[in-house]
């Protein structure tokens, strides 16, 4: 009886699971939704053979999201070198963010130590002019005259060296490493790297190791020229490749537009700027060799500072140490707090930057094939760009000078 029982229940079961399955095929077979196809086909960016081989002119790069296509046709060591010259600007670039911040910590640094010397040797000597115990004056004068001593040797180095001068050439040396760097990438990334890209890098980064020198002594730019001239960064221009475009979008309204560009940047910008820095060179050596002066008076005054109470009137060292001092605290304060040797170097910087901007319109117009010149509506766009003007303001750059001198 159990055993037909069991057999009962396995065939009840069995009906059952068949009649499920086959009503979830019955329900599966209403869902599917008919698509209906036609003839026409989306064209294959792979076909069969390509998924195992590589395609002999173009080597296809799968990624989640996008499709790489490399050419091979371009020179690998070509690429490998431009690689090669990048890694090398970005440690420029990481160098001289470094020694920057380096410099102008020491410029911080040497000025609130000398001013602390300088005003200590000023008390001493103020302290010792009114003593009557004669070796505590003497004492005092010695150490007045020590400090003010130590004071001339440390404003003789940090004005020859001028350390916030040194600070502003690193932070425009990692401005400039750092376009180079995004220059290389850019040439990577969209266009055809030729053996000039590579020898074009290379100038680049000789010119800029040249015109911003990491040592301070031999190479140092020098600090207090005879005459302001713009700084120069970039190599010798050189003569473009030629395109496969007929005028490259040149035309005679864009060569004028350029010529009155050009001459307004010579007349107005680069005059200005230059006027500007000899007035700041003027102001920075007549502080830097006042601040040594006076240090080195109070040093001598301290030493014949009289303690005589009745000789005050007479007293003629305690007044040098004491105002020595004082004034060249406030000339040091002047020179380096100001940072007037880095206000030099920007301007004289920003005279080569319109001196650069010159020659790169000119390079491109004394090109009498327009097919080798740079594109003529890219370059307008970053003449515009690195003038921080519209197309439509840099058009009217002429016009606008004009008005102002008349």
């Known amino acids: 009886m159990a055993t037909l029982q069991a057999s009962s229940l396995l065939r009840l ?12 095929r019955r329900t599966a077979k209403i869902n599917i939704p008919n698509v209906r196809t036609n003839k026409t086909s989306l064209p294959m960016l792979i076909s069969e053979h390509e998924q195992f081989t590589i395609h002999p002119i173009e080597e296809l790069v799968l990624s989640p999201s996008r499709i790489l296509i490399h050419d091979t046709n371009q020179d690998p060591l070509v690429i490998e070198k431009l690689y090669a010259i990048k890694e090398a600007v970005a440690d420029r670039v990481e160098m001289h963010r470094n020694i ?4 102008s910590q020491w410029n911080s640094m040497l000025l609130t130590s000398i001013n602390g010397i300088t005003l200590a040797a000023a008390t001493m000597a103020g302290i010792a002019a009114t003593s009557s115990a004669g070796d505590s004056v003497l004492g005092l004068k010695m150490s007045s005259t020590m400090m003010y001593l130590a004071a001339t040797g440390m404003l003789t180095i940090i004005n020859t060296i001028q350390p916030s001068q040194l600070a502003e050439e690193q932070r425009n040396a990692t401005r400039l490493f750092q376009d180079l760097y995004n220059q290389i990438e850019t040439t990577l990334s969209i266009g055809h790297p030729s053996g000039i890209d590579v020898k074009e890098a290379m100038d680049r980064v000789l010119a800029l190791d040249k015109a911003y020198p990491l040592p301070l002594l031999g190479v140092m730019l020098e600090k207090f020229p005879s005459s302001v001239e713009p700084a120069v960064w970039w190599p010798q221009q050189r003569r473009k490749q030629k395109r496969s475009v007929n005028n490259n979008n040149w035309d005679s309204k864009l060569e004028e537009e350029m010529k009155e560009i050009m001459g307004v940047l010579g007349r107005k910008d680069q005059e200005e700027y230059i006027r500007l820095g000899k007035k700041a060179l003027k102001l920075n050596k007549f502080l830097a060799m006042s601040g040594p002066l006076l240090t080195g008076v109070a040093a001598i005054g301290s030493m014949f500072i009289e303690s005589d109470l009745a000789c005050q009137g007479c007293n003629w060292g305690a007044m040098l140490g004491i105002v020595g001092g004082a004034l060249a605290s406030v000339v040091n304060t002047v020179e380096h707090g100001g940072q007037v040797g880095m206000v030099f170097e920007m301007y004289r ?5 319109f001196e650069y901007m010159k020659e790169s319109i000119e390079s491109n117009l004394m090109e009498t094939e327009t097919e080798r010149r740079e594109n003529g509506e890219v370059f307008e766009m970053k003449v515009a ?4 003007r519209s197309l439509s303001d840099l058009r009217n750059l002429n016009e606008e000078f004009a008005s102002r001198l008349f």
């Open 13 to 24: 079961s069995c009906t059952n699971a068949n009649s499920s399955s086959s009503s979830r």
């Open 100 to 103: 920057g911040e380096q410099r």
């Open 349 to 353: 910087s920003n005279a080569g930057f």
């Open 385 to 388: 760009l690195k003038l921080g």
